[in-house]
């Protein structure tokens, strides 16, 4: 079992940054590949990062490439997700994910754990 909690949410002003922190606990951390997925109002959630295990090229959905960064520091077992240059349409409960093995996918039904989710909302 493993238990994740994030934090690091808040209200930003569009070009603003904020940095998002997931936290796990449980079984070995360095073991589990960690995403960012996020749900805005209306919406069903989505992909947004994820960095495998064993710390390969990090992948990103097309709205966030070059804004937001992915990174995981295991001696913290945390994982983080820098987002830059926010944009409104950012605003979302983002939440962090986690599987077991390797592989780097996006699909979330293959996601075994999750956070309860942090807010962000970015104004214009």
């Known amino acids: 079992q493993v238990q994740l909690t994030e934090s690091g949410g808040g209200l930003e002003q569009a070009g603003g940054s904020l940095r998002l922190s997931c936290a796990a606990s449980?079984?070995?951390?360095?073991?589990?590949?960690m995403a960012w997925f996020r749900q805005a109002p209306g919406k069903e959630r989505e992909f947004v990062a994820v960095i495998s295990w064993s710390g390969g090229t990090p992948s990103y959905a097309d709205s966030v490439k070059g804004r937001f960064t992915i990174s995981r520091e295991s001696a913290k077992n945390t994982v983080y997700l820098q987002m830059n240059s926010l944009k409104p349409e950012d605003t979302a409960v983002y939440y962090c994910a986690a599987r077991g093995g390797t592989y780097a996918t996006v699909r979330e039904a293959t996601y075994d754990y999750w956070g309860q989710g942090t807010q962000v909302t970015v104004s214009s």
């Open positions: 449980g079984r070995p951390f360095s073991r589990y590949t």
